[in-house]
Every structure is written in structure tokens, then in C-alpha cells.
């Protein structure tokens, strides 16, 4: 009798056990000719909350690909990725839902408008707290290029798939689905997984799921693939597998990563090595493979010297692959057994990761050099970059964003992110932060309460407030700074030492506090640079004054051992030795370096540079302070001698930032330049310019491309006269006040941009206004709009000069703003430089200039790729003269937008430009060789 009992209670046990796991069965069979999957598919998902359900959502993230109007379309725009916008229809996914039934009886459902991958599901009878649904699907997905994201299907025919098939959303009180943004983070319930997959036999099939039963036809091969407790799976299907099995610690690890120049036994003992390491600190892997693939790698791949030529090794082969296997290992661990919310806690995931990865580096390669090999190089010794330990990159690269008022709290939303800030800077953070609280809890701590809370959160839904739960239930110390400012805020940590008193036994000290922050630093007392005593300051409002045992120490430190990413630690130590100690000895280098804080740093740089025909090749040396960490001081003293003037020439520019955080106005800056050059043939001048910057952003959205800035300067000009030209030698030395501001919204779809201008001399007084407007159809044709207006307020220049004008065609450019190549030519190659500004007219009209007002309008439009066809039409109107009409029309062909491109004149007031002798003096070109411009191109995509 009791027997049958326990039966019959082990019976009902199961039973509802069964009944409350989320279940997924799907049958696909590949069409991979035409890029099709057919799905038959079951969905059972269980309620677990006090709450009742009249409709549910699923996530259906291959539509995603469906259109130019996704929340996935527009963050590839977002990052200047155009082959979405680029490619045809066809080379697009999507997903067509023939029905989904609940009971065999049809559903109402609806794609959300603006979440084309999301759809919502409205159930025939209410779901029940604790109870489970059940839907039956039937769709055709239709697999993406591959070129977007790297899932999909390559040119090979090649088939990399996540995310393809629909899925259950998580409902916790509230729904929790998004949109795919290209960030890899669905967050969806574990559910037992069962795929019965048929493709055509010439592929071979890999998934991290376990294989359950294989049947082989002719042409076909049908497998089934199972796995419990699933948050997450990837399936490949190739023509020829690069995948290799390699089976550590009852751990099946497949991998296709890069392994090139490693042999077989190594690879398999570095497999084997990380996977110890993996399992001693976070336990076993709850599944019987881990997946760790190519495509992981190259969307997170191991960031620090990796842009260098690959020619150049500067760690051992097998250090680098060691690194890429573990990075992805842990990461993978981590993804598959933490079911928190990775688009809104992605933080702790990133934070253990490259916490773990620090970890590893310090027990098995704890001698590995930042720069590695390079650093045992004779040149490169000298150079503090050559002293850095390979760990300490972390701090480097998030200090990039912080130093530059880019960085983001790391409890933000991972689709709010910067690029640069989502792939680096807040992964880092959130690992250096790891290292940070462990130093202050005095170690192990911080480390024992991550592995029991991996450990006992494995396959369990959790959050970041039961890590933070966890962590301080392991701890005496009050760690609130931690979650409240570190993780929360943008607040710098910048401390110094402000004064100190010594007596015989005891030092004080003044700490100042400039980040207005809650987190403790770290204060050590040093003797011959040996650490006598080490103490943590806690609760520096602004000011805090202590006493301590002077120990025999002499000299004090705050964060010696570089754990806090202090903003700035240049003035973090006071010597007790007297107030001369406290001069930092002068330190020239050769070349920029990293910033060593206990030296005041000069770089020498050699300067071989073309910047005009005038002074044509440049040779000199630039002295200045600027590290690869943005300094807030910044100067640079630049001699030159020009070989084509035959004079020395340079510039000088002293300037000082100040990052402003939590308000629109992020950035100010103020300082002095001053520039010496040709101008002409044999004529020289001198520049000299006192300027303040005011730049705006928008404090809640750093991804958002709309900016402000207002520029306002005082420029004094004195010329050479040059005898020969009245142009050049009238009023050869002015002086002007100069304000801009201007606005822009720098997008790959819709671009615009425009600015009004004040300038106030002597002599006159005017204002202009620029407005730009670029948008890219559906169609993938390009239109581009400049419309400029600009007017005299007052005008008491001669009147037969034009060098004030305004310019139809070719700025006078007086305040020497322009890189023209030859600005005084009025004939050849180099009188033949547009510049986009002012008239902006490609054909050289008459009249060129104008001394009253100025309005004009610049078009184009795509005729084919990027040969453009454009249209010039403006009114000029000189003093005593009636406005006369202009306007030009042509071809334009953009190679590189804004940096490289070319016009062809058609049609003018000239009458048919293209049939007149000489036409090549017609044509015109835009040529950027300024190493800064071109770094935009980059900027853009990341910041």
C-alpha cells in the first residue's frame, strides 16, 4: 500500500514537473538552394506568476531582417553599416506565418508596428497562474545574408543560424521582449529543446545540442538534436565542417576558432587547461558541449594591439589563441548557465568575464608584457607603455571613453551603449571594478562570492539585485559605493592628496576628493619605494583629513598599485622628504606614450608633412603633452622647415578641457593657437587665435548623433603685402571676432546640418546662415541639399576688392580655416580645390564674388552608385548692381563622401562647359590628406 502511494505521489510529482517546464519542438526542414526553412513547430510555455494572460508575445528575431525599417536596420544605419540599406530584397530575412493554433483552433496575432520581431498573441481562453499554454506553429523563414550580422547564409552557401526559429518571451510581472539590435542578447525562458532537422546531406551539421538520432537518404539527412534547460543554441550547416571536438573534463568543447599555427597537442592541452580553470572556479557545465565558434570571436574578439599588421607578433601564437579560447569559453559558460536579462544586465556576465580573464592571466602567464615581445625591443624600452603588464590594457581602454566624457554607467541598457563602450570600455569597467572590491574587501571575498553565486544560480532565473544580495552577505564592509556609485553613475574617481604635516611619529594628510563620489581609495606609505603600510579612506566627501604612523615611510601614495581606474593619478603622491621632493623630474621621450604619473612627460615627435605647394615638403619636430589618454591640459610647440618656401615655418597651441558631466553642455575648452605659413608664393602669415568651445550632446542618449556646439574666437591675420596682386595686398593684416553655432544630426539615412555665423571687424560685419540635408531612399538613390544665404550688415571695404566677399565658387578663405592645397593659385590643377562652402558652385561663374548678399542652393542625386548628377541655382548681389542669376549643373562622383570626390561641369551660364576647349580646367575635386578628417570615418562607427 505504501508502496503504490509513493509510486502514485513520485507519478504526480513528475507529471507536474513536466507540466511546468517550457517545452520546444520544432520540425525545419532546409531548403538551403533557396534560402528557405519550412517550420512546424510546438511551443508549451508555463506561467509561473499570480498573474492571468489573455495574450502573450513571442520573439521572432529572423524578421528582423524583413525591411529598411527594423529597430535591427536602423542600428546597423545608426553605426554607418550600409550593406543592409544597400542589398536587394531577396538577400533579406523574414519569417511567414501561415497560422498559430492553440487547441487546433486558429489565433489572432499581430506583428508590433514598430517591433517587426516581436508578435503578439491573443489566446481563445485566459492562461491561468501555474499553468501552461500550448501553440502550434507553421511558418517559412527565409535565412538573411550573412554579410549583416554574420548568421545567415555566406556566398559559400554556408549557413550560420541563431535566433532563427520563434520563441517564447519571459513574462515576470511584466513582459520582458525587445527588438534584435545586433547585440546578440535574446532573453528568453529555458525550455527543453527538440529539433528534428532535414537538410541535404552534402552539409554537415554542428549544434551545441546533444544528438538524440541521425537517419541518411539519398539526398537527405534528418537529424534530432535535444537539450534541456536551454536559454540558448546554435546550429551550422557547412559544406566542409571546420569544427573540432576536443573532450576535456567530461566536457565535450567544439570550437572552429582560429587555431592556425598551433598544433593539434597544444591546442587540445590549452582546451583542457581553460576548461580545468572554468569548472574549478564556476563548477561543472550543466550541458555535455560547449559551442564556441569563429563568428563569437569576431564579435568580441581579444582587443589591444590586434590592429597592428599581422605580420607583426607581438605575443606568442599560442598566448593568443590561449586568450581567444578562454574569452569565448567563459563568456559561452556564462551566457548558457545565468539566466538574468542580458539587454539590461549584461554588466555581471561582462564584469566575471574579464574579471576571470585577468585572474587566468595572473596565475598562467603572469610575466606577459602588454606590448610582449616589443617590449624586449632596444627602442621600445624606453617607453613607459614597454613597463605595462598585459592587465593593465583594461584600465587604458576604458580610461579612452572616461578621459573623453564618453563613458556610460554600466547598469545601462546594452542597446543605450556607445559601440566602443558595448564591445570594450563597460566589459572592462565592470571586470577592473570586480578587481577593485576585491582589493578593498582584502581579497578573496569578492571572487569566493561570485563562483557560489554561479554555482547556485546555474539554470535558475535571477537579477543583478540577487548578485548584489549575494556579494553583501559575504562581507562586514559597506559596499553600497559599489552598486550605488560605480556601477550607477558616470562619476570620475579622481583623488589627490592636498597637504601633509609630519611629526615624528605620525603624518596628516588632506585628501581631496574632486570625482564627488562615495568610493574609498586606497593609501600607501612607501620607503625606497617599497610599500611599508597600506590603508583604505572611506567616506571623502570632498575634503577628509586622517593621521597616520609615519612608519619611516617617505613618501605617501593613493592607489599605488594602479586597482582603482582613477582618472587621474598625476597628483596622487606627496614625498616626505620636503616640498622640492615633490617636483616631478622632466622626462623627454621620443614618440607619444603611455602616461607614466610619476614624471612630468614631453614628446618629441619627428613631422614630415605636405600641406601646401607653397611650403611643399615640411621637416621638423613637434614638442608636446598629449599622451594616447586625452590630457586636460594639452600644448604643442611645432617647428618646421619648409623645403619649398625655404623658411622655417610651425604652430603653437596651448588649450585646456574641462569635461562636464550630467548636462547637455559636455564638453568646454579654451586656449591660444598661433600658426606661421606660406600663403603664396614667397609670402608668409601669421595666425593668431584666442578661442572658447562649448559642445552639447543629449545627456540621456550618447548614441543619439545630434550635436551642438558653439565656437566663439578672436583671429588676428598679418599677411606679407604682396606687390603684385591687389587682391592679397589689400589690407594685408585685420583682425576679426568670429562666433559659430552649429547644429547636425550625422546619420547614414537622414543627414542634416546647419550653422549660423557672426563675424564683426573693423571694417564689416556680416552673417550667414548654411543648411545641409542628405537622405538615402529606399531605393538606395541619394539625394543631397545646401542651401547658404549670407548678407553684409556693414561693408567699408574697397569696393574693387573682393577679398571679404562672399565667394560663388571659391572662398577667399581670409580666415585661413580651409585646407587648400594652393590658395592664392588662380590657375592650374590647384586653383581647381572645391571647397563646400560659402556659393558652393562647381562652374566658375561671374560674378565670383559678392560684396552685399548671397543666396544659393547645391543638389544632387544618384544616377548610379555613386556617380551623381548635380544642380547649382543662386542669386548674387554686389553694391550699385542689380542680383543677378547663376546656376550650373553636372556630374559628381563620390568616391568617398566629403573626402574624396569629383565634378564634371555640364551646363552653366557658360553655356555647355563640356564642349569648350580646355574642359579639364573645368573640373573640380575635393582631396582631404588630413589624418584627422579621415579619422571620422572611423569616429562614426564607434563613438
Do not use: C
Not at 394 to 400: D, E, F, P, R, T
Not at 452 to 478: A, G, P, R, Y
Not at 759 to 786: A, C, D, G, P, W
Not at 914 to 924: K, T, V
Amino acid at each position: 500500500m505504501r508502496l503504490r502511494l509513493f509510486n502514485s505521489f513520485l507519478f504526480f510529482t513528475i507529471s507536474l514537473l513536466s507540466l511546468s517546464q517550457n517545452k520546444i519542438d520544432l520540425k525545419a526542414a532546409f531548403d538551403v538552394e533557396n534560402k528557405q526553412i519550412k517550420i512546424s513547430q510546438t511551443i508549451i510555455y508555463h506561467n509561473d506568476t499570480n498573474d492571468e494572460l489573455e495574450f502573450i508575445y513571442l520573439n521572432d528575431w529572423n524578421n528582423s531582417y524583413s525591411s529598411k525599417h527594423t529597430p535591427l536596420a536602423h542600428r546597423l544605419a545608426e553605426e554607418y553599416k550600409d550593406e543592409f540599406q544597400l542589398v536587394k530584397d531577396e538577400d533579406r530575412g523574414f519569417s511567414n506565418i501561415n497560422f498559430i493554433k492553440q487547441h487546433g483552433e486558429k489565433l489572432e496575432f499581430k506583428i508590433l508596428k514598430d517591433q517587426q520581431d516581436v508578435i503578439k498573441v491573443y489566446l481563445n481562453e485566459p492562461l491561468k497562474p501555474n499553468a501552461s499554454y500550448e501553440l502550434e506553429l507553421d511558418y517559412l523563414v527565409k535565412i538573411p545574408n550573412a554579410s549583416f550580422t554574420r548568421y545567415g547564409i555566406d556566398d559559400d552557401g554556408n549557413v550560420s543560424l541563431r535566433y532563427w526559429y520563434i520563441t517564447p518571451t519571459v513574462y515576470n510581472g511584466e513582459w520582458q521582449y525587445y527588438s534584435n539590435k545586433n547585440l546578440d542578447d535574446l532573453f528568453i525562458p529555458k525550455s527543453d529543446i527538440s529539433l528534428e532537422i532535414e537538410y541535404p546531406n552534402i552539409y554537415d551539421l554542428t549544434s551545441d545540442l546533444d544528438l538524440d538520432n541521425l537517419t541518411k537518404t539519398t539526398n537527405k539527412e534528418v537529424v534530432t538534436l535535444k537539450g534541456k534547460h536551454r536559454n540558448s543554441n546554435k546550429l551550422f550547416l557547412q559544406k566542409k565542417s571546420n569544427f573540432n571536438t576536443i573532450q576535456a573534463d567530461n566536457l565535450s568543447v567544439i570550437s572552429n576558432i582560429d587555431g592556425k599555427g598551433i598544433e593539434i597537442l597544444d591546442q587540445v592541452i590549452i582546451t583542457e587547461r581553460i576548461t580545468k580553470f572554468i569548472i574549478e572556479n564556476f563548477g561543472a557545465y550543466p550541458h555535455e558541449r560547449l559551442l564556441l565558434t569563429q563568428i563569437d570571436y569576431d564579435k568580441d574578439p581579444i582587443y589591444g594591439l590586434n590592429f597592428l599588421p599581422k605580420f607583426i607578433k607581438t605575443h606568442p601564437l599560442s598566448f593568443e589563441y590561449e586568450l581567444k579560447i578562454l574569452k569565448i569559453a567563459l563568456y559561452n559558460y556564462l551566457e548558457n548557465t545565468l539566466l538574468l536579462n542580458p539587454r539590461r544586465e549584461q554588466w555581471l556576465i561582462d564584469g566575471i568575464q574579464i574579471y576571470y580573464m585577468m585572474q587566468y592571466v595572473d596565475q598562467y602567464h603572469p610575466d606577459m608584457k602588454f606590448l610582449g615581445s616589443i617590449s624586449d625591443f632596444w627602442a621600445a624600452r624606453p617607453f613607459h607603455a614597454s613597463d605595462m603588464m598585459y592587465n593593465d590594457k583594461y584600465i587604458l581602454a576604458y580610461m579612452v571613453m572616461a578621459r573623453t566624457n564618453r563613458d556610460q554607467a554600466l547598469t545601462k541598457a546594452k542597446d543605450s551603449l556607445l559601440k566602443y563602450n558595448k564591445n570594450i570600455a563597460n566589459k572592462y569597467k565592470a571586470g577592473i571594478g570586480f578587481k577593485y572590491l576585491d582589493d578593498f574587501t582584502d581579497h578573496s571575498i569578492v571572487e569566493n562570492s561570485i563562483e557560489s553565486f554561479v554555482k547556485e544560480s546555474k539554470l535558475q532565473n535571477t537579477s543583478i539585485t540577487e548578485f548584489e544580495k549575494h556579494l553583501k552577505s559575504q562581507t562586514d564592509k559597506n559596499i553600497d559605493w559599489f552598486f550605488s556609485d560605480y556601477l550607477a553613475t558616470r562619476k570620475v574617481i579622481d583623488y589627490k592628496i592636498k597637504k601633509v604635516s609630519k611629526t615624528e611619529d605620525s603624518v596628516t594628510l588632506t585628501i581631496k576628493n574632486k570625482g564627488k563620489n562615495n568610493m574609498p581609495v586606497s593609501l600607501y606609505t612607501l620607503k625606497n619605494d617599497s610599500v611599508v603600510s597600506k590603508q583604505w579612506v572611506e567616506n571623502i566627501q570632498k575634503y577628509k583629513t586622517i593621521t597616520i604612523p609615519s612608519n619611516g615611510g617617505d613618501k605617501l601614495v593613493l592607489n599605488y598599485e594602479n586597482t582603482i581606474p582613477e582618472f587621474n593619478s598625476r597628483d596622487n603622491w606627496k614625498s616626505l622628504k620636503g616640498a622640492l621632493a615633490n617636483n616631478k623630474p622632466l622626462q623627454i621621450r621620443l614618440f607619444k606614450d603611455i602616461e607614466d604619473p610619476n614624471y612630468s612627460q614631453v614628446f618629441i615627435m619627428p613631422i614630415l608633412e605636405f600641406n601646401n605647394i607653397y611650403d611643399g615638403i615640411n621637416l621638423g619636430l613637434k614638442a608636446y603633452n598629449k599622451t594616447v589618454l586625452r590630457r586636460m591640459f594639452y600644448y604643442k610647440i611645432s617647428p618646421q622647415y619648409s623645403f619649398g618656401s625655404n623658411a622655417v615655418t610651425g604652430s603653437l597651441t596651448v588649450s585646456k578641457t574641462h569635461n562636464i558631466q550630467d548636462r547637455n553642455l559636455y564638453y568646454l575648452n579654451y586656449g591660444f593657437s598661433g600658426s606661421y605659413k606660406s600663403y603664396a608664393e614667397d609670402l608668409f602669415v601669421r595666425r593668431l587665435t584666442p578661442s572658447v568651445s562649448l559642445l552639447y550632446r543629449d545627456k540621456e542618449d550618447f548614441r543619439s548623433n545630434k550635436r551642438g556646439a558653439l565656437y566663439t574666437r578672436f583671429i588676428d591675420i598679418h599677411r606679407d603685402e604682396d606687390e603684385q596682386n591687389r587682391v592679397t595686398s589689400d589690407e594685408p593684416n585685420y583682425s576679426l571676432f568670429n562666433t559659430r553655432f552649429i547644429y547636425s544630426n550625422d546619420n547614414l539615412i537622414n543627414f542634416y546640418k546647419w550653422y549660423v555665423d557672426l563675424q564683426f571687424s573693423k571694417e564689416f560685419s556680416k552673417v550667414s546662415l548654411n543648411y545641409e540635408y542628405r537622405h538615402l531612399f529606399e531605393n538606395n538613390r541619394q539625394i543631397n541639399l545646401r542651401a547658404f544665404a549670407g548678407t553684409f550688415l556693414r561693408n567699408d571695404n574697397d569696393p574693387t576688392s573682393d577679398y571679404f566677399s562672399f565667394a560663388l565658387n571659391r572662398p577667399t578663405d581670409y580666415l585661413f580655416d580651409y585646407n587648400y592645397l594652393g590658395r592664392s593659385e588662380t590657375t592650374g590643377l590647384f586653383s581647381q580645390q572645391y571647397i563646400p562652402a560659402e556659393g558652393g558652385f562647381k562652374s566658375k561663374l561671374e560674378p565670383a564674388f559678392a560684396n552685399q548678399w548671397i543666396t544659393t542652393l547645391n543638389a544632387s542625386t544618384t544616377l548610379w552608385r555613386y556617380i551623381l548628377l548635380y544642380g547649382d541655382v543662386g542669386l548674387v548681389k554686389n553694391r550699385y548692381e542689380d542680383p543677378k542669376f547663376v546656376y550650373g549643373t553636372g556630374v559628381r562622383v563620390n568616391l568617398v563622401t566629403d573626402y574624396f570626390e569629383l565634378y564634371f561641369p555640364i551646363y552653366s551660364n557658360l553655356g555647355w562647359e563640356i564642349a569648350q576647349p580646355r574642359y579639364a580646367e573645368h573640373i573640380r575635386f575635393i582631396f582631404t590628406i588630413d589624418p584627422q578628417s579621415l579619422l571620422g570615418l572611423f569616429r562614426r562607427r564607434w563613438f
